[in-house]
């Protein structure tokens, strides 16, 4: 838990934009600021107009900045479960210290390691969540870092969504001004408020029922382990009633909001109330039950869809029941109609902070909590970790390989002796990394065109005259085998920069 720091969470929703804003004072977190706006340019939990989205975002996080009373520079944001792909994932690496301890930087390789797989071209990483470290064979650690070990290996989950829908958020909230902190699937999000340890431990599934969209989402061993997302939501029954009654949107949603119930044989026929029409001056009498029946047909379909799938998993009989959350759930009788489907085991999360008693928070106060809890091992794999952001500069400036001067064309075996010596490292087993880097060195070698002809006429006093008759026989006759076999020599061979060196004082 990280004290003394603000926490800023966005919900990008269909149908509103939230953000609360926190702050954490001896590992609690207190709320200070919230902004809801209303939501323009997206369509079913997707951004269909950027421009659109933009204004929204800025609004809301305008109005928590002024109930704040803080300046508002980063964001944490959900992402929708659209199309989310689960896939367990496997890291190996060596323990790069020479005393064998294990640090941030091991954790933070073998967490690269363990992403290193092909991912679709239209997909994209949205967070690798660790499960289970193992150090030379010692499985079911959670925190290696201190421990003595010569393997370190890491078994995680990949979390991947589409790349447009990820983009699009991104380019969102950089057009606004702000930069993004943190990425979260919002099912994650919801699990650390809509659950206690025990029923994300045993396995609950989460309900979240939004304006443009459903989503239910397993939480088992306190992990995501399966979404299923249906494209409808709390506004296709505000369309519902728009087009059976022949009224405008806002008027249906005002009108499911003060008269709708979502059971009709709990109503009454008798209770009547106004509808402005389209094409008529007089509003027109509705009874509550036909208002009702329009509710409880929408909503039978979305439980429906979610009942099968669930079914399809072996997901309707979890020890931890349902959760039902989501601004769509505030309507009376939802409750009610979801036990119909899911047994008994069914109940309604509505946040108990003062100002957010309304279960549209639910996503935004649950990412607030999802990052103020976030332990160092999965802010390394989140990339937040500071530590690791302040070692990283020092070892890019370890991996760069030191030049030769362009004054050693000669020499080549003494050249080689002492650039193995500077750029050894005690401390790293980057093998790999130095094949790769010695090459370039070799391939330099035959660019170079200066000589230092006063060190070749001492090497060349220091050699024996069979040596150099043996040599310049070999360049005469086999001058393409020196070529190919003595790349550091030029074609004229060792006697002609000799003869090329006496020449300069008779010129």
Do not use: W
């Amino acid at each position: 838990m990280r004290n003394q720091e603000i926490f800023v969470s966005l919900d990008i929703g269909t149908t509103s934009i939230k953000v609360v804003v926190a702050e954490s004072n001896n590992g609690r977190v207190n709320i200070i600021g919230v902004g809801n706006e209303k939501s323009r340019g997206l369509s079913r939990g997707v951004i269909v107009d950027i421009d659109e989205t933009v204004y929204s975002i800025q609004q809301a996080i305008q109005q928590a900045e002024r109930k704040a009373g803080v300046k508002i520079n980063e964001v944490a944001v959900g992402i929708p479960s659209n199309l989310l792909a689960i896939e367990e994932c496997h890291g190996m690496v060596a323990v790069s210290s020479e005393t064998r301890e294990i640090t941030a930087k091991d954790v933070d390789n073998v967490i690269s390691a363990a992403k290193v797989r092909s991912v679709p071209p239209e997909r994209e990483i949205i967070s690798i969540i660790p499960e289970e470290f193992i150090v030379d064979g010692f499985a079911g650690i959670r925190d290696p870092r201190g421990m003595i070990g010569v393997r370190l290996e890491l078994y995680a989950r990949i979390l991947t969504g589409p790349k447009t829908i990820i983009h699009n958020i991104r380019r969102c909230v950089e057009r606004a001004g702000y930069k993004i902190n943190e990425l979260i699937v919002q099912p994650q999000a919801l699990a650390e408020v809509v659950l206690d340890e025990d029923e994300r431990n045993f396995g609950t599934v989460i309900i979240d029922m939004g304006g443009g969209q459903t989503s239910a989402s397993i939480i088992y061993d306190d992990q995501l382990k399966y979404s299923f997302v249906d494209q409808e939501g709390g506004d296709f029954v505000t369309k519902d009633i728009s087009i059976i009654l022949n009224t405008s949107l806002d008027s249906a949603e005002r009108i499911k909001r003060e008269y709708g119930y979502a059971i009709a044989s709990q109503t009454s026929e008798d209770e009547f109330f106004p509808v402005e029409t389209v094409g008529k001056k007089e509003p027109v009498r509705v009874d509550e039950h036909y208002l009702a029946e329009i509710i409880e047909a929408r909503l039978n379909q979305i439980f429906q869809v979610i009942y099968d799938d669930l079914e399809r998993v072996e997901g309707l009989d979890l020890p931890g029941g349902f959760v039902i959350t989501g601004g769509a759930s505030s309507l009376p009788g939802t409750l009610e109609l979801a036990q119909r489907y899911f047994g008994d085991q069914v109940r309604l999360y509505v946040p108990e902070e003062m100002g957010m008693r309304n279960p549209i928070y639910a996503t935004s106060l649950g990412m607030i909590e999802y990052i103020a809890g976030l332990d160092d091992i999965h802010r390394i794999a989140q990339g937040t970790y500071p530590q690791l952001r302040k070692e990283q500069p020092r070892q890019g400036l370890t991996r760069q390989p030191r030049q030769a001067s362009q004054g050693q064309a000669f020499g080549q075996g003494q050249q080689r002796e002492d650039y193995g010596q500077r750029n050894q490292r005690p401390q790293f087993d980057n093998s790999r990394d130095y094949e790769r880097q010695a090459p370039v060195q070799q391939q330099r070698a035959p660019q170079r065109e200066e000589v230092n002809y006063e060190e070749a006429y001492h090497n060349y006093q220091g050699e024996s005259q069979e040596d150099l008759y043996q040599e310049d026989y070999q360049d005469q006759q086999q001058e393409q085998y020196v070529e190919n076999n003595q790349p550091a020599q030029n074609s004229e061979g060792f006697m002609g920069k000799i003869q090329q060196f006496f020449q300069t004082f008779f010129d």
